[in-house]
């Protein structure tokens, strides 16, 4: 099996197990908000994140061969000016490759959506479960209102952080 059918499998169960645990939460309006805001920014960032992944692999190995085919053709260059022509348009190309890749982030986009992403399941599983800072209330209450607000948080924090980028 490959890896990407292994990750198919991983978030439908991950999935399985999110939407049992959202039925067990009693109070209606953080049902609601767990499927009408978490989910729905889970998913986004989730897909987002692998998203740019994906380009940013591509733009790489596009980057990657197109240095490594000026290299090979300047060790056979025997002057003409077809040759030069060549080695010139792909290192443009290269340069313009490397370019593209810095001015959509790519990577960085992918690891700020994945950290994201990590962060609101990993809130998730420890409201579910009672576990981490949810351990130290009393009442479901008290609980809702810090899922609300360590999620919120996160997604403003994650917002902010590209709007500050901007405007640079």
């Not at 099996?1 to 049992?20: F, P, T």
């Not at 380009?55 to 085919?69: A, E, K, N, V």
């Not at 690891?111 to 962060?119: A, E, P, Q, S």
């Not at 919120?152 to 994650?158: D, L, N, Q, R, V």
Request: aromatic fraction near 12%; hydrophobic fraction near 40%.
């Amino acid at each position: 099996m490959n890896h990407l059918g292994n990750e198919n499998s991983n978030n439908s169960i991950i999935d399985i197990y999110i939407s049992e645990m959202i039925s067990q939460v009693e109070n209606e309006n953080t049902k609601k908000y767990i499927n009408n805001r978490i989910m729905p920014q889970v998913k986004w960032y989730s897909s987002k994140s692998t998203q740019n992944k994906h380009r940013y692999y591509f733009w790489m190995t596009i980057s990657l061969i197109l240095g490594i085919m000026v290299s090979v053709i300047s060790v056979f260059a025997n002057g003409s000016i077809w040759t030069k022509m060549i080695i010139a348009i792909l290192g443009a190309a290269v340069t313009a490759t490397n370019a593209y890749i810095s001015l959509h982030n790519f990577k960085d986009l992918w690891i700020v959506y994945r950290k994201t992403h990590g962060v609101l399941t990993r809130t998730l599983y420890h409201y579910f479960n009672n576990a981490g800072i949810y351990s130290q209330y009393s009442t479901q209450n008290q609980k809702d209102v810090l899922l609300v607000n360590i999620c919120e948080e996160e997604i403003s924090k994650e917002s902010d952080g590209w709007y500050t980028i901007l405007q640079k």
